[in-house]
């Protein structure tokens, strides 16, 4: 699959994860910090997600296993202004999405671990 291609998709399945509840952006990076597409984020703010996604998750997933606690699922980082979702899809990628404070996390983490498969596929 060519990268044209390949982003397309991705941003494609960006786009049905936003169809969610309340969803104010989404964005799937490389598990080394890069950004690979977003939707609904300022391009400068997405590289920067991308960038602090990878950190978080590479954090969790230490901490999880370090405690042996398994394999991580997700993160969710709440402030008083929203909610910061992330997930792993596959080896290569990571999938974020950034709701409002009132959301709940349940049906979105259902869309998020959905994506993830898909995304795992495209990125093979």
Sequence with gaps: M??????????????????TSKIDASAI?????????????????????????????????AAVAGLGK???????VESIDGKLIGTGAGPKALITVITGPDVSPGLILIEMKKASEKIKKVLG
């Excluded at 060519?2 to 169809?19: F, G, P, S």
């Excluded at 990076?29 to 996604?53: H, T, V």
């Excluded at 398994?70 to 969710?76: A, D, H, M, R, T």
């Design 2 to 19: 060519n990268n044209i291609l390949t982003i397309k998709t991705m941003e494609e399945i960006l786009r049905e994860i936003n169809k």
């Design 29 to 61: 990076a490389s598990r080394d910090g890069l950004l690979l597409c977003s939707i609904q984020c300022e391009p400068n703010k997405a590289e920067a997600l991308a960038a602090l996604l990878a950190a978080m998750v590479g954090s969790a997933e």
């Design 70 to 76: 398994g394999v991580l699922e997700s993160i969710i």
